[in-house]
T-cell receptor, first 112, second 115 residues
Framework: GENVEQHPSTLSVQEGDSAVIKCTYSDSASNYFPWYKQELGKGPQLIIDIRSNVGEKKDQRIAVTLNKTAKHFSLHITETQPEDSAVYFCAASPGGYQKVTFGTGTKLQVIP | GAVVSQHPSRVICKSGTSVKIECRSLDFQATTMFWYRQFPKKSLMLMATSNEGSKATYEQGVEKDKFLINHASLTLSTLTVTSAHPEDSSFYIC???????????FGQGTRLTVV
């Protein structure tokens, strides 16, 4: 089955700096890679996703890159704000109605 | 984005009783829903895949007789924790697939505490 590894497990940045979270996956059949933000006591919220037919996608301060050859993908958050503080999960899926496998999570703390 | 509503958000029950958690897709039809369990500071562990009108598919190690899943309509799936014990205390989260695959949207989660 799919195995998704995520690093780092914790990340502290100063407000305004950039944050980068990296993930690797094992199953070459995976072609859909969502990123979720989870605040304390709440369910995960989809913030951005990327499909295997593109290498990069950007949405305002958030961007995701994908390297299918190396089987890794990354989340980039620029101009971080305190409200970006949360746990972020990467995930991978073969798509369709198949299950999503989550990474281990990164706790991001943005220091004002 | 699509809205998935989970109820209740918190529940406390006594050992030996059963608890039902509901997961509703509010503005779309979901033929497939997923149930996850999350321990403190840990990732989401898939428990089962719920398909409308058919039996749920459970992940290895998940007791299907203990965690009963019913997906009776295109907008509702329920998870019943039967004969709950303190070790069943956890954060349970559902997600649903929209018609525009493969995006999945999550409910707000249910904090179950068994005393």
């Amino acid at each position: 089955g799919e195995n998704v590894e995520q690093h780092p497990s914790t990340l502290s940045v100063q407000e305004g700096d950039s944050a980068v979270i990296k993930c690797t996956y094992s199953d070459s059949a995976s072609n859909y890679f969502p990123w979720y933000k989870q605040e304390l006591g709440k369910g995960p919220q989809l913030i951005i996703d990327i499909r295997s037919n593109v290498g990069e996608k950007k949405d305002q301060r958030i961007a995701v890159t994908l390297n299918k050859t190396a089987k890794h993908f990354s989340l980039h958050i620029t101009e971080t704000q305190p409200e970006d503080s949360a746990v972020y999960f990467c995930a991978a899926s073969p798509g369709g109605y198949q299950k999503v496998t989550f990474g281990t999570g990164t706790k991001l703390q943005v220091i004002p | 984005g699509a809205v998935v509503s989970q109820h209740p958000s918190r529940v406390i029950c006594k050992s030996g009783t059963s608890v039902k958690i509901e997961c509703r897709s509010l503005d779309f039809q979901a033929t497939t829903m997923f149930w996850y369990r999350q321990f403190p500071k840990k990732s989401l562990m898939l428990m089962a895949t719920s398909n409308e009108g058919s039996k749920a598919t459970y992940e290895q190690g998940v007791e299907k007789d203990k965690f009963l899943i019913n997906h009776a309509s295109l907008t509702l799936s329920t998870l019943t924790v039967t004969s709950a014990h303190p070790e069943d205390s956890s954060f349970y989260i559902c997600s649903a697939l929209t018609g525009e695959l493969p995006e999945a949207f999550f409910g707000q989660g249910t904090r179950l505490t068994v005393v």
